[in-house]
């Protein structure tokens, strides 16, 4: 039964460019939530993706925008990137119900220069 | 400001040692949960505690969730390399309908042989 898949596993790219993250949520999951780790502190919640939406978002700007396809998988889409979107980007997965433990992959370690 | 305060920040001890990591709050929450965040990982869920004043047991490792829900803390006896780890604690918003969880910044725990 495979988990949560992230990828890619490294990107780099230049600040202004525009990146793609791919998550493929762990089997029987219907919920997709993203969160973006700096360095050396605590995941910080993105949005959240249920039966193709976008349900919940946090304190993040436009530029930070996703998408969850019909076989539950999403992707995480940041435009202009800035030197500061360098983190960890890590998606969980989890069923619909509130209080669901979430499952998350290892990550899309992301460096912007 | 951050919601959850996690202390010490750093701890680097020998193995075999003991020692407790705090998550401290000054709201209430209904549950709080701990993870562990191997290097090159994304956290993985520990325990979620619910009840004021209750204790968890996982092998070495002891929470509690303090008698008014508002601090928790993570105890682990004779400390081995294997618990290297970032430790996180967790909660959901109480207006929270999915997977929407606020992370403390983390303990940075170093196990030496």
């Known amino acids: 039964d495979a988990g949560v898949t992230q990828s890619p596993t490294h990107l780099i790219k230049t600040r202004g460019q525009q990146v793609t993250l791919r998550c493929s949520p762990k089997s029987g999951h219907d919920t997709v939530s993203w969160y973006q780790q700096a360095l050396g502190q605590g995941p910080q919640f993105i949005f959240q993706y249920y039966e193709e939406e976008e349900r919940q978002r946090g304190n993040f700007p436009d530029r930070f925008s996703g998408h969850q396809f019909p076989n539950y998988s999403s992707e995480l889409n940041v435009n202009a990137l800035l030197l500061g979107d360098s983190a960890l980007y890590l998606c969980?997965?989890?069923?619909?119900?509130?209080?669901?433990?979430?499952?998350f992959g290892n990550g899309t370690r992301l460096t912007v220069t | 400001t951050q919601l959850l305060e996690q202390s010490p920040q750093f701890l680097s001890i020998q193995e075999g040692e003991n020692l407790t990591v705090y998550c401290n709050s000054s709201s209430v929450f209904s549950s709080l949960q701990w993870y562990r965040q191997e290097p090159g990982e994304g956290p993985v869920l520990l325990v979620t505690?619910?009840?004021?004043?209750e204790v968890k047991k996982l092998k070495r490792l002891t929470f509690q969730f303090g008698d008014a829900r508002k601090d928790s803390s993570l105890h682990i006896t004779a400390a081995q390399p294997g618990d290297t780890g970032l430790y996180l604690c967790a909660v959901r918003p109480i207006y929270n309908q999915g997977g929407k969880l606020i992370f403390g910044q983390g303990t940075e725990l170093s196990v030496k042989p």
């Open positions: 505690v619910v009840t004021g004043g």
């Open positions: 969980a997965s989890s069923f619909e119900q509130n209080n669901s433990p979430l499952h």
